[in-house]
Nanobody, 125 residues
Framework: QVQLVESGGGLVQAGGSLRLSCAAS????????MGWFRQAPGKEREFVAT????????YYADSVKGRFTISRDNAKNTVYLQMNSLRPEDTAVYFC??????????????????WGQGTQVTVSS
């Protein structure tokens, strides 16, 4: 089992940057593909980015491509989401998630087995 704890959210002006972190418990972090999702009020939870177990491959939603970067440090059991050029429409609760068996472009939330509690990101205009 993996426990995930996000941090790094906050209030930022449009055009600004934030870096989210997700710390995982356990010694098998490197065995999980990791992802970031977000959920705005009244909307479905949507895919943001995912990264392979070794960190060499990443996929992004079109809405964040070129602005967000997902990365991981397996020695620190942590996955990151660097968010630049933030827009008001990026406002949401951001969740990290771990997939035990998934591979590739994991966009479906049902392919992930473990979730963090979320961290709020608010972008003001």
């Amino acid at each position: 089992q993996v426990q995930l704890v996000e941090s790094g959210g906050g209030l930022v002006q449009a055009g600004g940057s934030l870096r989210l972190s997700c710390a995982a418990s356990g010694r098998t972090f490197r065995n999980y593909q990791m992802g970031w999702f977000r959920q705005a009020p009244g909307k479905e939870r949507e895919f943001v980015a995912t990264i392979s177990r070794g960190g060499g491959t990443a996929y992004y939603a079109d809405s964040v491509k070129g602005r967000f970067t997902i990365s991981r440090d397996n020695a620190k059991n942590t996955v990151y989401l660097q968010m630049n050029s933030l827009r008001p429409e990026d406002t949401a609760v951001y969740f990290c998630a771990a997939s035990r068996d998934g591979l590739g472009y994991l966009r479906n939330k049902y392919e992930y087995d473990y979730w963090g509690q979320g961290t709020q990101v608010t972008v003001s205009s």
